[in-house]
């Protein structure tokens, strides 16, 4: 069922539906995890600390949760399960590794998806941020990359982490003390995906070409990522909120000035001082050094350096 959606779409696609390509094609890159980052980014410094704290911690859950099922599943892709599917060609080479479920969907449930768990957020926005959930995803399937389950099942279980987000900092309002109860359970849950994932085999199929389909040690490599982005907001989330707790009860000049200021300093740590790391310290602990590293500048070391300099204009 789920190849003759695909073959259907993909047949629509080809003919009067080609006029729908370029936009769809814009739609899946709200879903990349770059632009996760900076988006997560711009609304923890600049619009809501409150929001963005939410927002960045459900978007590191559901990485962990992404990772755990694509490694536990290992479904392939649809190109590779039938033949007949003919991904449309710039997105299918980023189209890498196991397919379920779709990491875009569950990127733009906990992005975008996070105002639509939240009744304080007006309905006709909450509303909007749906649609967007929805077209991010439904690109994935439009697109010939991810079958119907793949979204679906990534949309639902990155809105559930959403809510469970939401409940979670709603509890801890409640109990400030417990913070650390939170940093722990993170923590396990983080090394024990890394430990999962390095340890357990994967199938090892391979093409006409003779090439393997999928490398489970690069699949256990993307895990890490998780790992290193979820360690690195625990650890700056704990010292964020015990020593700098900082405001964005600011003026529209302090919020630009963060954003251009720290939208600078990430694309350094991205462009220039990842790829040294990476250089220098190979594999999977290498992998989490980066991850760790612009995510810890994200949630802290920004915020720290801003808090100073704002310190500094008020003397």
Not at 101 to 130: C, D, W
Not at 131 to 152: A, E, K, N, W, Y
Not at 269 to 282: F, M, Q, R, T, Y
Request: charged share 15%; hydrophobic share 50%.
């Amino acid at each position: 069922m789920d190849i003759e959606i695909l073959l259907a779409l993909q047949n629509f696609r080809d003919g009067i539906g080609s006029i729908f390509i370029s936009f769809l094609n814009k739609m899946t890159f709200f879903g990349e995890m770059n632009t996760a980052l900076v988006v997560l980014a711009i609304v923890y410094w600049c619009v809501n600390r409150k929001v963005g704290t939410y927002l960045l911690m459900g978007w590191n859950g559901n990485r962990l949760v992404n990772g755990l099922l694509k490694v536990t599943a290992c479904v392939y892709r649809p190109w590779i399960r039938d033949a007949r599917i003919q991904p449309y060609p710039p997105t299918k080479a980023t189209a890498t590794g196991y397919s379920f479920p779709s990491g875009h969907a569950m990127t733009s449930a906990s992005l975008y998806g996070g105002g639509v768990v939240r009744k304080e957020v007006p309905m006709i926005l909450r509303i909007a941020l749906g649609l967007f959930v929805f077209l991010i995803s439904f690109s994935r399937i439009f697109l010939g990359v991810h079958t119907p389950q793949d979204i679906l099942v990534g949309m639902c279980s990155g809105l559930l982490v959403m809510w469970l987000t939401d409940r979670l900092l709603k509890w801890l309002e409640l109990h400030p003390e417990k913070d650390m109860t939170i940093f722990v359970a993170g923590a396990v849950l983080a090394v024990s995906l890394a430990l999962y994932a390095g340890l357990k085999s994967y199938p090892v199929d391979y093409d006409e070409m003779g090439n393997l389909i999928v490398d489970g040690a690069k699949m256990a490599n993307d895990t890490f990522k998780a790992v290193g982005w979820v360690l690195a907001f625990l650890v700056g989330f704990i010292l964020e909120r015990r020593h700098i707790n900082f405001s964005t009860d600011i003026s529209l000049n302090q919020r630009l000035t963060r954003l251009v200021i720290g939208l600078l300093g990430f694309y350094a740590i991205n462009l220039v001082l990842e790829p040294l790391l990476k250089a220098w310290i190979s594999g999977p602990v290498g992998t989490t050094i980066c991850c760790f590293t612009e995510m810890f500048y994200i949630v802290y070391l920004f915020p720290l350096l801003f808090r100073y300099l704002d310190r500094k204009a008020t003397v």
